[in-house]
């Protein structure tokens, strides 16, 4: 005997085509996060001061390609779209920190910040289209105490 559905609209099983375009949007969006991480560390340029080590929050940079990675296989993979939303907000906070730290020593870096964070916010924005909704909603779950057949 089945059950029936809980939500009143049917469930496709089928990947969207907006779940697809957030899932290539987002890992689209790892390159230029990459290429600052990678530049970071390749050209010395973010030194600390006193250790002549590298400043703590540059490991922090590495984090970032990864973390919107992880959000991108996590959605297609049909498990939610909070982690995408997380590694936007992060991309976001680092190009806001870079503009806010060039502000604070008086350079104009122009737009460039704000680049390596448009991908990952245009790949949340489309991952939280009703579509990518019900799919991800459409993921059929096990309930403690079931077993599966």
Excluded: K, N
């Amino acid at each position: 005997m089945t059950r029936p559905s809980p939500l009143p609209f049917p469930t496709p099983s089928r990947i969207p085509g907006l779940a697809i375009a957030a899932a290539a949007v987002g890992a689209l969006g790892v390159l230029p996060l990459a290429l600052v991480a990678v530049l970071a560390f390749a050209l010395g340029g973010v030194q600390g001061d006193s250790s002549g080590g590298r400043d703590w929050w540059t490991f922090a940079l590495l984090l970032l390609p990864l973390l919107q990675l992880f959000g991108v296989s996590w959605l297609v993979v049909r498990r939610g779209r909070w982690p995408l939303v997380l590694s936007a907000a992060a991309a976001l906070a680092f190009a806001g920190l870079v503009l806010g730290t060039a502000a604070s020593v008086g350079q104009d870096v122009g737009a460039g910040p704000l680049l390596v964070a448009v991908c990952p916010v245009i790949a949340a924005g489309l991952a939280f289209s009703p579509q990518v909704g019900a799919w991800l909603a459409g993921h059929p779950r096990r309930v403690r105490g079931e077993r599966t057949a």
